[in-house]
């Protein structure tokens, strides 16, 4: 199994910067992708950014250019480094892994809120 804990969310005006942090434990020679994903109320949960072993990157067309989404593999920790913050950012965010380039997510953080004042 793998535990991944959230942390860093909380109230931002827009234009400002928040950093998440997804800490992973347990077995986590069997993660090869990782991810955080957000879900405003009322909407479906939505990808945001995703991270492989590899380093490589991929993001939801509305947030390229403003987040980054990094890894520590020493600490076991991906960050989504999040700038320009928009009202419409506003949204629990999770973290999630998977052990395979492409299906289904495995384990899930808590998720942790992000909220943006205009």
């Known amino acids: 199994q793998v535990q991944l804990v959230e942390s860093g969310g909380g109230l931002v005006q827009a234009g400002g910067s928040l950093r998440l942090s997804c800490a992973a434990s347990?077995?986590?020679?069997?993660?090869?992708?990782m991810g955080w994903y957000r879900q405003a109320p009322g909407n479906q949960r939505e990808l945001v950014a995703v991270?492989?072993?590899?380093?490589?990157?991929n993001y939801v067309d509305s947030v390229k250019g403003r987040f980054t989404i990094s890894r520590d593999n020493a600490k076991n920790t991906v960050y989504l480094q999040m700038n320009s913050l928009r009202p419409e950012d506003t949204a629990v965010y999770y973290c999630?892994?998977?052990?395979?380039?492409?299906?289904?997510?495995?384990?899930w953080g808590q998720g942790t809120q992000v909220t943006v004042s205009s």
């Open positions: 991270i492989t072993t590899g380093g490589g990157t």
């Open positions: 347990g077995s986590i020679f069997r993660i090869l992708v």
């Open positions: 999630a892994e998977r052990g395979v380039l492409v299906g289904n997510w495995d384990y």
